[in-house]
C-alpha cells in the first residue's frame, strides 16, 4: 500500500534554530498538508498546498512557517526560528483528489529546547 | 464553542461489548465527514468514511444527521485491538483546500 513518508522520525533543536521536516507523498497524489499534535491536544490544520501554491494556513502558520515542493516527490515544512511552544508532532498528509481519503505520514516529533 | 466536539472519555468497556461514541460539529459548511483512529504518538488513520445514508464496515457502524449536525459511530463485538483513541473528523474548504477539521477524541480501552 503507497504510504506517505516523513523524516526524520525525531526531531531535537535548540530554541532559535531553523528546522527543516521532510515528506515524500504518495506519488499521484495531488493534495498536500500538514497539520501538527502537540501532545495531549488535537490535531490542528497548519497549511494546504495544492498546483504549486498554499492554498489556505491557518493561523498557527506565521511568518516563522514556510512549505515547499522543491522537486516532484519532496514536500517541506521550515521553521525559521523554533520556539519552545513549536514542540509538537507534525504529520504531512496528502491525496489524490477533492473527494479522497487523506493518508498521513507517521509524523516526526520535533522536541525544542 | 469548539468546531468539532466529542466526550473524552475514557470508555472501558469489556470485550465483546457495543459501544457507541457521538461528535457534533458546528459548521454547516462542512462537506465530508469520517472517523479516524489514533493510536498513541502515532499517526491518524482512517477508518471510515461518514455518509447520511449511514454505512457499515465490519463490525463499525457510522452515522451522520446533518440536520442535527452530528456523526455516531458504533463498535459491536469489541476487541482488545479496538482500544485506541477515536477522532471524529470533518473537512470544509474550497476545491483546492479541503482542510480537515479534528475533535478532540474519544479514547476507548478495551479490557479482557
Known amino acids: 500500500e503507497p504510504e506517505v513518508t516523513q523524516t526524520p522520525s525525531h526531531q531535537v533543536t535548540q530554541m532559535g534554530q531553523e528546522v527543516i521536516l521532510r515528506c515524500v507523498p504518495i506519488?499521484?497524489?495531488?493534495?498536500f498538508y500538514w497539520y501538527r499534535q502537540i501532545l495531549g491536544q488535537k490535531v490542528e490544520f497548519l497549511v494546504s498546498?495544492?498546483?504549486?501554491?498554499?492554498?489556505?494556513k491557518s493561523e498557527i502558520f506565521d511568518d516563522q512557517f514556510s512549505v515547499e515542493r522543491p522537486d516532484g516527490s519532496n514536500f517541506t515544512l521550515k521553521i525559521r526560528s523554533t520556539k519552545l511552544e513549536d514542540s509538537a508532532m507534525y504529520f504531512c498528509?496528502?491525496?489524490?483528489?477533492?473527494?479522497?481519503?487523506?493518508?498521513f505520514g507517521s509524523g516526526t516529533r520535533l522536541t525544542v529546547v | 464553542r469548539k468546531e468539532v466536539e466529542q466526550d473524552p472519555g475514557p470508555f472501558n468497556v469489556p470485550e465483546g461489548a457495543t459501544v457507541a461514541f457521538n461528535c457534533t460539529y458546528s459548521?454547516?459548511?462542512?462537506?465530508?465527514f469520517f472517523w479516524y483512529r489514533q493510536d498513541c504518538r502515532k499517526e491518524p488513520k482512517l477508518l471510515m468514511s461518514?455518509?447520511?445514508s449511514g454505512n457499515e464496515d465490519g463490525r463499525f457502524t457510522a452515522q451522520l444527521n446533518r440536520a442535527s449536525q452530528y456523526i455516531s459511530l458504533l463498535i459491536r463485538d469489541s476487541k482488545l485491538s479496538d482500544s485506541a483513541t477515536y477522532l471524529c473528523?470533518?473537512?470544509?474548504?474550497?476545491?483546492?483546500?479541503?482542510?480537515?477539521?479534528f475533535g478532540q477524541g474519544t479514547t476507548l480501552q478495551v479490557k479482557p
Open positions: 498528509a496528502s491525496r489524490e483528489g477533492y473527494l479522497d481519503g487523506y493518508t
Open positions: 506519488s499521484n497524489h495531488l493534495y
Open positions: 498546498f495544492y498546483n504549486n501554491e498554499i492554498s489556505e
Open positions: 459548521n454547516s459548511a462542512s462537506q465530508s
Open positions: 461518514v455518509y447520511s
Open positions: 473528523v470533518v473537512a470544509r474548504g474550497s476545491s483546492n483546500t479541503g482542510k480537515l477539521i
